[in-house]
């Protein structure tokens, strides 16, 4: 069935980055977009930035331009999200979401990845 | 803050309606209909429940129904159960390649 699997928790300190990753399966991947959102602790969700997944092009949103990256291997159909310079207000769970090109919606959610940044 | 504004709270009692807003702009809610809303139980991943404003994905209730009018989009959820207890989220497509969430909305079913 169509799915996007993420890869499992992570604690880093502070400065430090954190690569997590989301694999496809069950759909052609390069017919869609992917769409990173994180949920901090008792906040709200938050939108990072979106890659697309046939020419890799990519936006991130203003908050975390410079520190944020987005990657795809077609030949494995993943994902990864890279977050450099880490800290604790970076504490969130973070989901990839697929966005067919039509609705501009995130029709498809990965499980979700804890990432905790603890000095 | 989140760009798009939603009530905190919400609340209905089982059987009753209930209807939250999502309030943004001419350059986001209003200047495309692609709002989307997501309900969210505590620690599962969102799930998509209105996309384009008013359309339903396969599997959502009919209790579900979306609007828009000018910079207000709204879900409406019909003869409230107790599973409709939940965060809602609404979501809006801004233009240039940006989306946006708003704060959030806990729905509470008395």
């Known amino acids: 069935q169509v799915q996007l699997v993420q890869s499992g928790t992570e604690v880093k300190k502070p400065g430090a980055s954190v690569k997590v990753s989301c694999k496809a399966s069950?759909?052609?991947?390069?017919?869609?977009?992917i769409h990173w959102v994180r949920q901090a602790p008792g906040q709200g969700l938050e939108w990072m930035g979106i890659i697309n997944c046939s020419g890799g092009s990519t936006k991130y949103a203003q908050n975390f331009r410079g520190r944020l990256t987005m990657t795809r291997d077609t030949s494995t159909a993943t994902v990864y999200m890279e977050l450099i310079s880490l800290r604790s207000e970076d504490t969130a769970v973070y989901y990839c979401?697929?966005?067919?090109?039509?609705?501009?919606?995130?029709?498809?959610w990965g499980q979700g990845t804890l990432v905790t940044v603890f000095s | 803050q989140s760009a798009l504004t939603q009530p905190p709270s919400a609340s209905g009692s089982l059987g009753q309606s209930v209807t939250i807003s999502c309030t943004g702009t001419s350059s986001d809610v209003g200047g495309y209909n692609f709002v989307s809303w997501y309900q969210l139980y505590p620690g599962k991943a969102p799930k998509l429940m209105i996309y384009e404003v008013t359309k339903r994905p396969s599997g959502v209730p009919d209790r579900f129904s979306g609007s828009k009018s000018g910079n207000t989009a709204s879900l409406t959820v019909s003869g409230l159960q107790a599973e409709d207890e939940a965060d809602y989220y609404c979501n809006s497509y801004a233009g240039s390649d940006n989306w946006e969430f708003g704060g959030g909305t806990k729905l509470t079913v008395l």
């Open positions: 979401a697929r966005v067919p090109k039509a609705t501009y919606a995130f029709d498809i």
């Open positions: 069950g759909y052609t991947f390069t017919s869609y977009y």
